[in-house]
């Protein structure tokens, strides 16, 4: 069952009543768990850019879609390799900042995976 997010802030998000205060990724059976923002640190020196590696963590088999909250000011973005990934694995992407990203994964009825930054 995929969890309702209800709202988020800076550092926060609600899913399903819980205010929880970092970064999350959510899975196709609705598990919300901490994102993993080492694995594009590594790469990129900062989580505002998500990495392939972090790509392959994130993404399930059957998903049709990644929704992206990229942050209250939209300041994450894929890296090339991360959304040539997603496409070869033919799944969407959507990527906006985290109140619209909100939006679009509470409307949503696809196989859904979301990954939510909660700051900038």
Same mark, same amino acid.
């Given at each position: ?31 919300? !768990? &901490?994102?993993?923002?080492? #694995? ?10 998500? *990495?392939?590696? @972090? %790509? ?32 070869? !694995? &033919?799944?969407?992407?959507? #990527? ?10 509470? *409307?949503?009825? @696809? %196989? ?9």
């Amino acid at each position: 069952m995929k969890p309702v997010l209800s709202n988020s802030g800076f550092g926060h998000i609600t899913a399903e009543g819980l205010k929880i205060d970092h970064d999350i990724i959510i899975l196709l059976s609705g598990e919300i !768990k &901490k994102r993993k923002k080492e #694995l594009s640190k590594a790469v990129y020196g900062t989580s505002h850019i998500i *990495s392939l590696e @972090e %790509a392959e963590y994130v993404y399930q088999n059957g998903a049709e879609r990644i929704i992206i909250g990229a942050g209250q000011q939209g300041m994450v973005s894929l890296s090339d390799e991360a959304a040539d990934y997603f496409k070869k !694995k &033919k799944c969407r992407i959507d #990527l906006h900042p985290t109140p619209k990203a909100i939006e679009k994964w509470n *409307s949503t009825t @696809e %196989a859904v995976i979301g990954l939510f930054h909660v700051t900038c």
